[in-house]
């Protein structure tokens, strides 16, 4: 089945330094890809969505420039955390799926524990 | 807008046992996937079964099965013979489209006990 690939599992950094997290697709192409934030013990929160060739377009109240966004191919997108601050601190998940106008399943990468020192 | 509730923050159940986990949904849209996706410890997130709001028979997926009941839009997973390993939170989520992202639910956290 198709999967979906997310790298590095674990980082941490100190504050005031980026880090960028990598989502790829590996056997199918992914025109959209989702980018969610998970704090401790509730629920997926959706970030954005990441468009390959066009600008991602971002959920109310998450800041564009400190969360960018590079979609640059059909099996890649990346989310870079801009000078990180220890509130940065989460889980960051990305999804994506097979499209074509049906409801169907979205795959999610082994997800990002980033840690701000 | 869609909106999924699941009202149970942790159930817990004994090994061997059957489970149902709850979930109701909102959506105008006509056409619509419901997912149940299990994320354990790990953080990752496991997909585990899907209903189309076209589809008529229940889905099932080997101890997986969901209940869909259209009319009252709920769409409770149940397990049956609870594992030790089925301890996880479990999110139920909905997708109105081939474009859009999915909808999560609060989840469920399930602990299964010897």
């Known amino acids: 089945g198709a999967v979906v690939s997310q790298h590095p599992s674990r980082v941490i950094c100190k504050s005031g330094t980026s880090v960028k997290i990598e989502c790829r697709s590996l056997?199918?192409?992914?025109?959209?890809m989702f980018w969610y934030r998970q704090f401790p013990k509730q629920s997926l929160m959706l970030m954005a969505t990441?468009?390959?060739?066009?600008?991602?377009?971002?959920e109310q109240g998450v800041e564009k420039d400190k969360f960018l966004i590079n979609h640059a191919s059909l099996t890649l997108s990346t989310l870079t955390v801009t000078s990180a601050h220890p509130e940065d601190s989460s889980f960051y998940i990305c999804?994506?799926?097979?499209?074509?106008?049906?409801?169907?399943?979205?795959?999610f990468g082994e997800g990002s524990r980033l840690t701000v020192l | 807008a869609q909106k999924i509730t699941q009202t149970q923050p942790g159930m817990f159940v004994q090994e061997k046992e059957a489970v149902t986990l709850d979930c109701t949904y909102d959506?105008?849209?006509?056409?619509?996937?419901l997912f149940w996706y299990k994320q354990p410890s790990s953080g990752e997130m496991i997909f585990l079964i899907y209903?189309?709001?076209?589809?008529?028979q229940n889905a099932t997926e080997g101890r997986y099965s969901l209940n869909f009941q259209k009319a009252r839009k709920s769409a409770n997973l149940v397990i049956s013979a609870s594992q030790l390993g089925d301890s996880a939170m479990y999110f139920c989520?909905?997708?109105?489209?081939?474009?859009?992202?999915?909808?999560f639910g609060k989840g469920t956290m399930l602990l299964v006990s010897p």
């Open positions: 999804s994506a799926g097979l499209e074509g106008g049906h409801t169907g399943e979205l795959f």
């Open positions: 056997d199918f192409q992914a025109t959209t």
């Open positions: 990441s468009n390959e060739g066009s600008k991602a377009t971002y």
């Open positions: 959506t105008s849209d006509q056409s619509y996937g």
């Open positions: 209903q189309g709001s076209y589809d008529e």
């Open positions: 989520a909905m997708r109105v489209s081939g474009y859009s992202t999915l909808t």
